[in-house]
C-alpha cells in the first residue's frame, strides 16, 4: 500500500510539471504567435519574407539548440535556476513559430470577400480583423495551437536542461519540475532496471500525445457546428 502511494504521488507530480510547463509555455506563446500571424496574414503579406524565412528557420531548429538556450539565457543569465518558468518560457520559444506559421495559414485562408465587404462598409482593419476574421479562422486556430504544443509535449531535451528532474510537486513556477518525457529518458538511461518502467510512463506519453492530436482533430469540428448552430 504504501509503495503504491509512493508511486502515485510520483506521477502525480510528473503529470502536474508537465502540465504546468505546457501551460505556461501556451500562455506565452499565444499572444505573441497571433499577433505575428495576424501581422504577416493582414498587414504586411508581401513585405514580410524575411520574417516568414526567420519563422521558418525557427520552427526548424532541433529542440537541443533551444534548450541550451533556455539554459544559458534563462537559467544562468536571468537567474531563474531549473524551474517551471524557465521550461515554460522555452516552450514558448518553440511554439511561436510553428503556431505562427499555422495561424497565418488558417487566416490567409478565410475569403477575401470578407475583407471587401468590411472595405466597402468603411469598418477599421483592426475591428474586422477582431470581429470578423479571428472568430472565422478560430477552429483552425486553435487546432494549430493543439498541434504546436502537441510538438513539444514529447521533447526530453528542452525539458532536462531548463525544468530540471526534480521530483517533487512543483508549487510555484520557480520550483523546479520532472516532465513525462525527461522521466521516460531518465528511467530508460540512468536507472538500472528502469526499462519496464520507461514503457509504462511512455504509453502514458504516448496517450497524452494521442490526445492532444484527437483535440487538434475534432476541435474544428466542435467549433464550426456551435458556430452554425
Partial sequence: LEFRRVLFRSIASILAGTAWVLLLGVGVALPIG?????HLA?????????????????????????????????????GLGWSVLSGGLTVAMMIVPLFTSLGEAALTAVPDALREAGAALGVPRWRLVWRVLLP???????????LASGRVLA?????????????RMPAGPL???????VHVYLLAVEVPGGGARAAAASVVLLGAVLLTSTVAAVLPRLLLARRSA
Wanted: neutral net charge.
Fill in 175 to 181: 520550483d523546479p519540475a520532472r516532465t513525462l518525457a
Fill in 136 to 146: 472565422e479562422a478560430a477552429p483552425a486556430l486553435a487546432a494549430a495551437l493543439v
Fill in 42 to 78: 493582414e498587414f504586411s503579406r508581401r513585405r514580410g519574407r524575411t520574417l516568414r524565412l526567420a519563422i521558418d528557420v525557427l520552427a526548424a531548429l532541433p529542440s537541443i539548440v533551444y534548450g541550451l538556450f533556455g539554459l544559458a539565457f534563462f537559467c544562468e543569465a536571468l
Fill in 155 to 167: 521533447e526530453s531535451a528542452v525539458f532536462l536542461y531548463t525544468a530540471g528532474t526534480s521530483m
Fill in 34 to 38: 497571433l499577433g505575428a500571424a495576424i
